[in-house]
């Protein structure tokens, strides 16, 4: 799961990739979704059963006891095995260090783009040192950049580098104009040129590289695969990229009874759900049937429980 705990950030990094939506904000989000208890979080994990949790921002040191709350309360309900990962853009202090001690298994440190050609004389490098002594795995990740190769002295003292794919959001779309980026093509968020920069340092075996493509259709996959498996209906096919397709029948008023008796009648029990002015289906009984149920019908492919609808099909 991708728990984002804050919108605010100290720093102004001309890439960050943060939507307006959640930019300076102090909304939670669990996945996609806004949360405004705790237990919505637990909930969110549940429905994707969740292995991990990703803390993300913003920056998440901002709001360091809340951070330190939600991690616990995943590691209570979960198990100590639920390992959890924190982004940030700060170089945690010994405090900051101790109050995660215990509930956040991974630090992954965000050096801002000025400081890699320092990088062993800035405070990431001491705080890398204590976080390893002190027990965290401890790595960077940055996007790629001109000069990632300023990095590879960190490397001895790092578990590991991850280079995450420049992309192009709407948030940052004038600053890669004004610097020249293109996106490398038309299908992609991807900017071009943006894998060679990286290109000597993931010669190191600690350096992981993350395309944009990767990110978008194998984590993004996978995350609604889970979902869909914790909560589709019966009726619901699931799709290979974890979307869930589904009939919808929408007769008039007059023709609801109607429908609903022809439904009882023919279609087995859980191929079917009156909800409210619609009978939604499963998506090839509505085809089958079409001749003989009265009313607007179309066939649904959206993301899970709930989730943004990709197509609408007249049937
Ligand atoms: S540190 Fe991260 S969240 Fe903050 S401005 Fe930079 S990219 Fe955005």
Redo the contacts with the bound molecule.
């Keep these: 799961m991708v728990l984002f705990v804050t919108g605010r950030?100290h720093?102004?990094?001309w890439?960050?990739?943060?939507s307006s939506e959640r930019k300076g904000t102090d909304t939670v989000w669990a996945n996609d979704r806004p949360v405004d208890i705790d237990k919505e979080i637990i909930e969110e994990a549940e429905k994707m059963s969740a292995l991990g949790t990703g803390i993300t921002?913003?920056?998440p040191l901002l709001c360091l006891e809340n951070v330190a709350r939600y991690c616990r309360l995943l590691k209570d309900h979960f198990g100590p095995e639920h390992h959890i990962h924190l982004y940030t853009?700060k170089a945690p202090s010994e405090t900051e260090l101790a109050a995660m001690r215990g509930v956040v298994d991974e630090i992954r440190l965000?050096p801002p783009h000025e400081n890699w050609p320092f990088i062993l004389d800035s405070d990431f490098i001491a705080s890398a040192k204590r976080a390893k002594e002190m027990g965290f795995s401890i790595g960077i990740e940055v996007p790629s950049l001109p000069g990632l190769e300023n990095l590879i002295p960190a490397l001895p003292y790092l578990d590991f580098l991850n280079i995450n794919e420049l992309e192009w959001g709407e948030t940052n779309a004038y600053a890669m104009r004004e610097r020249g980026y293109e996106l490398a093509d038309a299908l992609h968020n991807a900017i071009d040129g943006a894998r060679a920069w990286a290109d000597e340092l993931c010669r190191h075996e600690k350096v992981h590289w993350c395309s944009s493509g990767f990110k978008d259709s194998v984590q993004l996959r996978e995350r609604l695969k889970r979902i869909a498996e914790n909560t589709a209906r019966p009726f619901d096919e699931i799709t290979p990229d974890g979307t869930i397709v589904y009939g919808v029948l929408e007769p008039s008023e007059e023709q609801m009874s109607a429908s609903m008796e022809f439904c009882e009648r023919k279609l087995e029990h859980g191929s079917f759900e009156s909800c409210g002015e619609r009978i939604e289906m499963a998506w090839w009984l509505l085809t089958e049937y079409a001749d003989e149920l009265f009313g607007t019908k179309t066939v649904v492919e959206r993301y899970p429980d709930k989730g943004t609808i990709v197509e609408v099909t007249p049937v």
């Excluded at 890439?15 to 943060?18: D, G, K, Q, R, S």
Aim: include cysteine; glycine fraction near 16%; proline fraction near 8%.
């Design positions: 950030c720093r102004r990094c890439y960050c990739p943060l921002g913003g920056e853009a965000h």
